[in-house]
């Protein structure tokens, strides 16, 4: 029967697509092609409407296996994208951006200009309407192509020193390329989303020009708009964007802050802990060592030899000072559980001894100050370093006698 036809039909094609699945899933891109091809043809059969469209299947798993076939090449490509180009309307746009991400992965930026050129132009109807944000999208890549264009550009003039700007005919077609990328990278950066290439690119244009004040304030909207996704490198660029021109602590800390709280573990905050010890303000300091401790909560950070210096400096401040044990205690408090075995166990101490005696002898000190002087990794170390005769380790070995009454307190 008619019904009974369809249903094999149907059970026949999902069985295939089932086969292509997990021949990409196991890389045999050859045998994934060969299925793809079959199911290609089974489709010219199939009159039943799916919200996904054949046109779309075909084009996301074509795209993956010519991606990855050992025989596809770019001209083939090419071929593949402009047949899926004219099957969907509602997906054109995003197949043009597929193909100009793959000329780029090629090398090949004129085409890939060319491309979005021609994608610009596109008209259909109410669909232009609807594909709104991908004609945007469309037309920030252009811009960002533009503006590796005046960068180009810019290079050259800079190499040929004065001369090159004696030139206008290299600083018009500059200038040309600057306009172009300006227009498209702003207008992305209104829509909520993360936008680093486009952004940084942008500010790279207005600050060569001079125009801090727009860059500012472009930067403080990717940092600071609640309509934009909670994004670390935002508050990166805004970071590096202060330093640069030479803005206030209070501001460079307040950019950090918020890095601080989205990514605990950031390379950044090693700059972060080292601003706040030298504030003048008691909950700046205070700051200062919440952040370090956090950052040797990551595994990342374990041999970090300027984190565990920074660490220990502070900590050694608040030991001769005798001020502010507590907030030692308190980081401890949630820490005691787990750090030994984490940071301070006789292997590690034995390990980080062979090799990088510096990183021992700042871990030393805080495990000194953390566990007392019976701790394993503080014994191992301080009497390896007596042993090699270095004058630093003895002083560390009475530092942390001296100073046994504390580790006390901090314990609890």
């Known amino acids: ?220 909207e990717y940092a600071y708009n609640s309509k934009f996704p909670a994004n670390p490198n935002a508050h990166v660029y805004l970071y590096q964007f202060l330093k640069r021109h030479g803005e206030s602590k209070k501001s460079l800390i307040s950019a950090l802050k918020i890095l601080h709280d989205l990514v605990p573990s950031h390379e950044l905050m090693i700059d972060f802990n080292t601003m706040l010890q030298k504030s003048k303000k008691r909950k700046n300091r205070r700051l200062g060592l919440e952040v370090i401790f956090a950052v040797l909560d990551y595994a990342g950070w374990k041999e970090n030899v300027k984190a565990w210096s920074c660490l220990a400096r502070q900590m050694k401040q608040i030991v001769i000072s005798e001020k502010h044990l507590d907030w030692i205690k308190q980081e401890w408090n949630s820490r005691k559980d787990w750090w030994p075995a984490f940071h301070f166990s006789y292997y590690l101490a034995k390990r980080n001894w062979q090799e990088n005696e510096s990183l021992s002898y700042e871990k030393a000190l805080v495990a000194g100050i953390l566990l007392g002087k019976d701790c394993k990794y503080f014994r191992y170390v301080s009497h390896q370093g007596c042993k090699a005769q270095v004058k630093r380790f003895r002083i560390l070995k009475k530092f942390v006698k001296k100073h046994s009454p504390d580790y006390l307190r901090i314990s609890g």
Not at 82 to 111: A, P
């Open 1 to 220: 029967s008619s019904h009974e036809h369809k249903l094999n039909f149907r059970k026949s094609k999902d069985l295939c697509l089932n086969y292509i699945q997990d021949a990409m899933l196991q890389k045999q891109w050859k045998r994934a092609a060969e299925f793809l091809t079959f199911y290609a043809e089974a489709l010219e059969k199939d009159f039943s409407r799916e919200y996904m469209g054949p046109s779309e299947i075909i084009w996301r798993i074509g795209t993956e296996i010519l991606c990855h076939h050992s025989h596809s090449s770019i001209k083939e490509f090419n071929s593949f994208i402009e047949q899926m180009k004219t099957l969907g309307v509602k997906r054109y746009l995003k197949v043009c951006l597929e193909h100009v991400f793959r000329l780029l992965c090629n090398g090949l930026i004129d085409e890939a200009y060319q491309n979005l050129s021609l994608a610009e132009s596109w008209r259909f109807g109410e669909q232009t309407a609807i594909q709104d944000k991908e004609m945007k999208l469309i037309q920030a890549y252009k811009g960002l192509l533009d503006y590796y264009s005046w960068s180009k550009q810019k290079n050259i003039l800079l190499k040929l020193g004065q001369d090159g700007f004696e030139d206008l005919s290299i600083e018009q077609e500059m200038h040309s390329y600057f306009r172009k990328a300006a227009v498209n990278l702003k207008e992305i950066l209104k829509i909520p989303g993360v936008w680093d290439l486009f952004l940084k690119s942008y500010v790279d244009l207005l600050e060569f020009y001079g125009d801090e004040e727009e860059a500012r304030q472009v930067l403080n």
